[in-house]
């Protein structure tokens, strides 16, 4: 079983399997290898299912069958089509709220830092920002063993991605983001009421909480705002960015039609 295993992770694109499998595409995909099928199956019903075969294995391991499916969906799959196949957010009901009564902003009409959050997450910043701290905090966050954790750029070359035993566990747009996140749950590790929200929960709350921060978490730039186009591997967003104005590295992406308060 392991060596299956092994040769299946020797075979697979992790840029379009696993957690970065895209739905759309492999749900085209099948439908096109059963058209095809049903067509083959006219003349050869064993060729048919021959067929069936190999473009299941061809969907498993690279994620499509068709080369450049990724830009066809991107181009050709209307966005409500893709609304379908995308997992609902898991963050907490009212995030804003839950972020006011953690005392981490003041006002969640005109959301803003409070002072004892920017002074904590300023110090504890610069204690999280070797591989050894940030590896911590995946770990513990995930029950595993920070010596699992390693950190990889993203497969598109955009952000950092985070396995543990070579699994992907999660990603961040910039190692400063993850930084970043690393130190709020450090702070907010003071409040019991963290410790009651699941990992999920707790970063999809240390990624709003990117949203406020005014300075770099990995050289103390000025974090300025921009306006971009994001390719996924199947459609493009118009989005607002969060960047460091010195080092470059991108903090959050809002969907522009998303309301303000909620980064993704
Ligand atoms: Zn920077």
Not at 231 to 252: H, M
């Amino acid at each position: 079983m392991n060596e299956l295993r092994r040769l299946y992770d020797r075979l697979r694109d992790p840029a379009y399997t696993g957690r970065n499998r895209c739905v759309a595409c492999t749900a085209v995909n099948a439908v096109l290898a059963v058209l095809a099928a049903g067509l083959i199956g006219l003349v050869s019903p064993p060729l048919a299912a021959a067929t069936l075969v190999v473009a299941g294995i061809v969907v498993t391991l690279r994620g499509y069958l068709v080369p450049g499916t990724p830009s066809l969906t991107r181009r050709y799959l209307p966005d409500r089509v893709h609304a379908l196949f995308e997992a609902g957010d898991v963050p907490t009901e009212d995030p804003a709220a839950t972020l006011v009564a953690l005392g981490v902003v003041d006002d969640p009409a005109d959301p803003l830092l409070t002072l004892w959050f920017q002074r904590r997450h300023a110090a504890a910043l610069s204690e999280r920002r070797t591989d050894a701290a940030l590896a911590r905090y995946v770990g513990d966050a995930l029950s595993a063993d920070p010596d699992a954790v390693a950190f990889e750029a993203a497969p598109d070359g955009d952000g950092v991605v985070a396995t543990v035993d070579g699994d992907w566990v999660g990603a961040w747009p910039s190692r400063a983001a993850l930084v970043a996140d690393a130190a709020t749950n450090a702070v907010l590790a003071a409040r019991p009421a963290w410790g009651d929200f699941d990992h999920v929960v707790r970063a999809d709350l240390a990624g709003r909480v990117r949203g406020f921060v005014d300075e770099c978490p990995a050289c103390d730039g000025a974090i300025v705002d921009s306006e971009g186009t994001v390719d996924s591997c199947c459609r493009s967003v118009q989005v607002l960015a969060r960047s460091c104005s010195a080092c470059d590295a991108r903090l959050v992406e809002l969907e522009r039609d998303r309301e303000a308060f909620a980064p993704g």
